[in-house]
């Protein structure tokens, strides 16, 4: 279930996902290819995050550093280049032809360029909320603009700036492809208790 984060309660439930045409079919196959199909595979089968976590638990992954890095950005940038008003917090300026660039070129660029942080998220019951893909938003960070996005369990936060963000660099994913997950309460998640809210509703609503 995808929280678009629009209705009448900042909330809209979708069964199925967000349709737009916005790259050419080379570029869709080329974000398949070398990132999406790379991810899925890493993500769901290789390094699965368990289904359930302590609150504040910490889960240690390792990940191919480039396809892992170029996909999230690969979302990043799709998000940027959408016309749909879900994805309007995501203004990448300068940083969307850079980003692009990487992408086509399979260039993960410098370590501090775009460092990716994330958070395990967990419903109630302490598992691993596979459910929720959520709207991205923007944040400020000590001067950084960062992003975070829920999908695949997970709130991921990419810094977008022009100097290095150093707290995403020591806690995020690393050039040796590491990355620990904290797991994180959705209750502490601003755009996570919209999506609670949606879950719980779409539950009432079934016959």
């Given amino acids: 279930m995808a929280i678009s984060g629009r209705g009448n309660k900042g909330w809209k439930p979708l069964q199925i996902g967000i349709w737009e045409y916005l790259l050419c079919a080379d570029c869709e196959q080329h974000l398949n290819r070398e990132y999406e199909q790379p991810f899925l595979k890493q993500w769901t089968e290789e390094s699965p995050l368990p289904k359930s976590m302590p609150l504040n638990g910490a889960h240690s992954v390792v990940f191919d550093y480039s396809t892992f890095k170029l996909f999230h950005l690969s979302i990043l940038f799709k998000s940027s ?25 399979k260039d993960p660029g410098h370590d501090w360029e775009y460092p990716i942080l994330a958070f ?40 977008v700036s022009s100097h290095r ?26 755009v996570m208790q919209d999506a609670s809210y949606a879950l719980n509703r779409s539950k009432q609503l079934k016959p």
């Fill in 81 to 105: 280049i959408s016309s749909n008003l879900t994805f309007q917090e995501v203004k990448l300026g300068a940083h969307e032809n850079r980003i692009r660039e990487m992408l086509l070129a």
């Fill in 120 to 159: 395990a998220v967990l419903n109630a019951r302490h598992e691993v909320e596979q459910r929720i893909i959520s709207r991205p938003i923007k944040a400020r960070y000590e001067g950084h603009n960062v992003y975070g996005q829920i999908y695949g369990g997970a709130m991921w936060w990419v810094s």
């Fill in 165 to 190: 963000n150093d707290m995403f660099c020591r806690a995020g994913l690393q050039t040796t492809g590491h990355m620990t997950l904290v797991a994180e309460s959705w209750n502490d998640i601003g």
